[in-house]
């Protein structure tokens, strides 16, 4: 193969491999709009219910039971199920090792780690702590079907001792990784001041009330969190391609002046062929052409 045959080969795999970067990031700032979306209005639900629950536990504090016994902690950790999102997975991992420095020295397995994400877990695996990898949601459609699973794993560790979760994930906003507490539920609004005259009228108990809108609150909690982690991984994503596609542009861009001046070269070879093979051409005539002259010049003088 050719040196211009080469470089053009390897010109046209970096041109597909330029057109695949470009869609992946088209797909990626398409998914950051359609979670910016879907954010606002999962946000204004979430505020409602942590507003509605202060309310009932203003006027009922007794609702809300206070936690019995030693609490099983319990660290949920929201990464990517994809690649091509830079440090994105690390951070966590780093984030979850400080936050393990500070729990106190226990014999039994506890804390214990939940990974969301199979890029994640993949960096998790082997960890003494760890004890589920749960496929995430790559794409903002497939995070309820996700979420039901991550619930019924909840479920299942939990059993019947009570738990403490702690959700680390990356917040598009604070360009940080974040610990949100969700269990137990409502502990910090406890003697909230009451803001109307009033106690509500209840159908239910203000204790059932209460467990069934901390479950709600918990689901809708951990729905806007996975929301912001794939805003997170998205824009990470894409500000990671951004640079993948100025780096391809440039290697195209240097690919195409050196075919250029490869060609140049090329030509001026195939030129000077050219003029060698002409001047190689004409030579025996001019030499026929010379001899003849001798001869006539000397006719010329033995006449």
Known sequence: MSRQQELARHERQLGETREIVGAMKAMAFMEVRRLA??????????ETMNTAAADLLSYFPDALPSPVGELRHVYLLIG???GFCGSFNESLVER??????REPVRSDAWPGIIGWGRRLCARLEGHPRFVAALDGAALADEV??????LLVRLAE????????LTVLYRDPQRKAVVE????PPFQGLRNRVQRY???????????TLVREL??????????????????????QRMQHLEGASHYLDEKLDLLHRKASQLRQEEITEEIEVILLNADSASMPRDQESLQGDNERDKGDANR
């Not at 509500?200 to 108990?205: A, C, I, V, Y």
């Open 197 to 207: 005259p009033c106690p509500p009228q209840l159908n239910l108990s203000p204790a």
């Open 37 to 46: 979306q879907s954010l606002d209005s999962q946000r204004r639900v979430v």
């Open 96 to 101: 979850l090792e400080e936050c393990l420095a």
């Open 214 to 235: 901390a479950e709600e609150y918990l689901l809708q909690s951990l729905q806007k969190i996975i929301y912001l982690s794939l805003m997170a991984e998205n824009q």
């Open 144 to 149: 309820n079907s996700r979420l039901q699973q």
């Open 180 to 183: 949100d507490e969700l269990l």
């Open 80 to 82: 990517s199920e994809r």
């Open 157 to 164: 560790l939990q059993g019947a001792s009570a738990t403490a």
